[in-house]
């Protein structure tokens, strides 16, 4: 008998992941918190498109409202549950698919942030795994349709990284890894900490000005102001990152050395990393995605800033370091998100930051 799968909020990863499983054959039960969601999943199944290099397809799935996860009860309980909500979620959704999980059961946190702490205060480190999704690009576009905005990473990109917290690998570590390569390229590390906060430092480089800008990343890397503002998110969380003993990996295909020097202004490292990412930005289809936190803004979402700078501006703190660069992005999110501004590049370009 195969594992009994959770996916706890089948929203753009959710939804991309456990489509594949399900396509695979393996047991696999959507929860989520979208009616709309569960009702097309359930009437036409679950669709997942690419925009380049990959066939569309549909796959019958079984999906549940939250307000039904009580039925499980009945049934065989779950040995591997995928949280895969927003990070201000993961709280209240652990706790209730706690009480469903098999003796032998344990929780993945398939999500962006550093949610692991939140989840092991509910079950226990124990039962409690991370995987970090590296520049998937979906989007859940429509009720039951998770589109992502280019083909599979494959050997040129490892997507999943899949990790204990411990760093040791594990047989279950390893099962959370091929789930996981059924729908792109996985790996097993013993760096979980290193490969979370390099991609919060990833997110931390984006999301929030796509979603206070109004403009989708190959906008944001095509203007020379905005571009060296993402350098300096990055350099100010990679040197938190590094205070806090996390041994980093590539972000952005980028040794993070070179990105903290040039958000820090030394002309080497700028010239290296301006190079790097316009050419991402001008390769065909290259950075017409618009970053989750920006898919939240338009869509009237709460965002997750407190979770990704508003976070990295807390650890700073924590130990005695200034990130001025992430705390004033956090700042404008918020106030974009509670109405009091409009997306608009000027709130970046008219910062002026020592």
């Not at 309980?77 to 009480?99: E, G, H, R």
């Not at 789930?179 to 991609?199: F, H, M, V, Y």
């Not at 944001?220 to 905005?226: F, G, H, W």
Request: charged share 25%; proline share 4%.
């Amino acid at each position: 008998m195969g594992n009994r799968i959770a996916i706890i909020g089948a929203g753009a990863v959710g939804g991309y992941a456990g489509a594949h499983m399900a396509q695979a054959g393996e047991d696999v039960t959507f929860v989520d918190m979208w009616p709309e969601n569960v009702e097309a999943m359930r009437s036409k199944g679950l669709r997942i498109s690419h925009i380049k290099d990959v066939p569309e397809f549909t796959v019958p799935v079984r999906a549940i409202h939250l307000t039904e996860l009580q039925h499980v009860s009945k049934e065989k309980p779950f040995d591997i549950a995928f949280v895969c909500v927003k990070s201000y979620d993961t709280a209240w959704a652990t706790l209730m698919v706690k009480q469903y999980l098999a003796p032998g059961g344990f929780v993945v946190s398939l999500q962006n942030c550093m949610n692991e702490e939140t989840v092991a205060g509910i079950v226990g480190w124990g039962r409690t795994l991370g995987a970090i999704a590296s520049s998937i690009t979906v989007d859940l576009c429509e009720p039951g349709h998770v589109r992502r905005a280019s083909g599979k990473g494959g050997a040129a990109h490892t997507v999943f990284r899949v990790g204990e917290v411990h760093g040791r690998i594990t047989d279950r570590a390893k099962e959370v890894t091929r789930l996981c390569a059924l729908s792109d390229s996985a790996l097993t590390t013993p760096n979980l900490w290193g490969e979370r906060w390099s991609k919060l430092v990833t997110n931390g480089m984006a999301n929030g000005l796509s979603a206070c800008t109004g403009l989708v990343s190959r906008e944001i890397l095509l203007d020379d102001t905005l571009r060296a503002f993402t350098a300096k998110l990055g350099s100010e969380a990679i040197r938190v990152g590094q205070a806090l003993g996390y041994t980093l990996e590539e972000i952005h295909h980028i040794d993070p050395e070179v990105i903290a020097r040039a958000g820090e202004g030394d002309p080497e490292a700028r010239r290296e990393y301006d190079e790097h990412r316009l050419a991402e930005a001008r390769k065909p289809g290259g950075g017409a995605h618009r970053p989750s936190m920006g898919q939240d803004m338009v869509k009237g979402r709460r965002t997750e800033i407190e979770f990704i700078n508003g976070y990295i501006v807390d650890k700073a703190q924590a130990i005695g370091l200034s990130t001025p660069a992430n705390a004033a992005l956090t700042d404008i999110v918020k106030r974009v998100e509670r109405g009091e501004l409009q997306p608009d590049p000027k709130h970046i370009k008219e910062l002026r930051l020592n």
